[in-house]
């Protein structure tokens, strides 16, 4: 994924910033390179957060948005730093950079405290991940995932389980933790309009029915049967 | 969703101003800023509108429909209506209460205006909660929520999201053979 290039920060005396190239984002064996511009970038990655923050499980991560997001933040700060005077112009350009700069941390933030909560499942779900499929984890997740596990049980042997008997000495960390509840209810906005998407209401007197999601239409259902859909980016989580 | 955050994305619709200044285009990474010439009527984010507003380098022109009698009229609809009616702006009461907060000297009705778009949204909220409580009583499985902005949905929203959870919970473990799932919340 390329983003576009264009005039960043054209004011700054003459200066015209290309629009960052971030081809380390496609690395991914022979995708397609999608160009963005950054606008639509930076509107990518409001959706993710939203996603990210209304699902009850971890999503896929999008290492191809963040990277190409800070890599825009970095250029506009540099730009920012070799312009010193146009007082309006650079406190503009700063708010805007806050802003964006919020909602990714934000997204980061969320992600890592789905993460603490569901450790056991997230390794467990990448340990047997396919080979095509897209990850969940980034690498810096997973090292983080990988370090808060060892550190839990690490914990747990020398707080408790050393005092125990030798015969009740284990843990599984995949059984006590909670998984993550799929059944959960999730406000959503259609973006795509999908047919035949399956109700399932939980008293077996109620039978299953489908219904048709119009474009622009928002819904309350459970989340799982419209995970699917989320992944793909048909819906939109609100 | 913390009814800032709310506000935050409602922050990035544009608003028209009159600026007092000039300033050839500003590049942003969300898109392009139009040359502002003082005098001359340009459009521009809330976020940015309120901030000039604030240095006094601005004068906000209220939207088409922050108008007495087009907000009348839709109040009156909403309490006619069982149904929501399409609010002119998804984001109407966030930027009402950004616009009147910052800029109630630009707009012409202030006060009467506060209370025609709380008395509608009090309204809707009513409505809101009486769906919300049958939704829950019929243990509907889907909902249709379609002229509902994101500062109701959200107003409402955790809280019934959490209700129907804890719900579908405490259903599933009634019924029997479920058993050896109790531990999995």
């Known amino acids: 994924m390329r983003v576009g290039a264009q005039p960043l920060a054209g004011g700054f005396g003459g200066m015209a910033a290309a629009g960052g190239e971030g081809t380390e984002g496609d690395s991914d064996g022979g995708s397609e390179e999608l160009v963005l511009t950054p606008a639509q970038l930076i509107h990518s990655l409001e959706q993710a957060w939203l996603n990210e ?28 730093k070799r312009a010193k005077r146009g007082d309006l112009k650079v406190s503009v350009h700063r708010m805007e950079i806050e802003r964006i700069r919020y909602v990714l941390s934000s997204y980061l933030r969320c992600r890592l405290v789905k993460i603490e909560k569901f450790f056991p499942h997230v390794l467990e779900k990448e340990k047997s991940r396919a080979e095509g ?15 808060y596990m060892a550190n839990t049980e690490t914990y747990l042997k020398n707080v408790a389980l050393k005092h125990m008997p030798p015969n009740l000495q284990k843990v599984s960390l995949l059984k006590s933790v909670p998984k993550p509840n799929l059944d959960s209810f999730v406000f959503l906005r259609v973006l795509e309009r999908q047919e035949n998407i399956l109700v399932q209401p939980e008293m077996d007197e109620q039978r299953d029915y489908t219904i048709d999601l119009e474009e622009g239409s928002q819904h309350l259902i459970r989340y799982k049967t419209i995970a699917p859909l989320v992944a793909s980016g048909a819906v939109q989580l609100i | ?34 040359p502002f010439n003082p005098g001359l009527p340009v459009e521009v984010p809330v976020w940015l509108a309120i901030n000039l507003k604030q240095r006094q380098k601005c004068r906000l022109i209220p939207p088409e429909w922050m108008d007495v009698e087009k907000l009348g009229e839709i109040r009156d609809q909403e309490r006619k209506e069982d149904t929501f009616t399409l609010m002119p702006s998804p984001y109407y009461m966030e930027l009402t209460k950004l616009l009147l ?3 109630s000297d630009n707009i012409p009705k202030a006060d009467e205006i506060r209370t ?3 008395d509608t949204w009090d309204t809707r909220i009513a409505k809101l909660r009486l769906s919300a409580d049958s939704f829950v009583r019929q243990q509907e499985a889907h909902a249709k929520l379609d002229n509902l902005t994101l500062m109701e949905i959200n107003t409402a929203g955790t809280f ?15 019924q029997p053979g479920e058993s050896a799932h109790s531990q999995d919340f």
């Not at chain 2, 019934?160 to 009634?174: E, P, S």
């Open chain 2, 160 to 174: 019934l999201t959490q209700a129907l959870d804890h719900m579908y919970k405490l259903r599933t473990n009634l």
């Open chain 2, 1 to 34: 969703m913390e009814p800032a955050e709310a506000e935050f994305l409602a922050e990035k619709e544009l608003v028209t101003i009159v600026p007092n200044f000039s300033l050839d285009r500003i590049h942003l990474i969300g898109g392009d800023l139009g």
């Open chain 1, 133 to 147: 499929e897209p990850s969940i984890l980034s690498p810096e997740e997973f090292a983080f995932a990988k370090e």
């Open chain 2, 101 to 103: 907060n910052y800029a």
């Open chain 1, 53 to 80: 923050k209304f699902a009850p499980e971890l999503l896929e991560s999008k290492p191809e948005i963040i990277e190409c997001v800070v890599e825009q933040l970095d250029h506009m700060e540099e730009n920012l």
């Open chain 2, 116 to 118: 025609l778009v709380k």
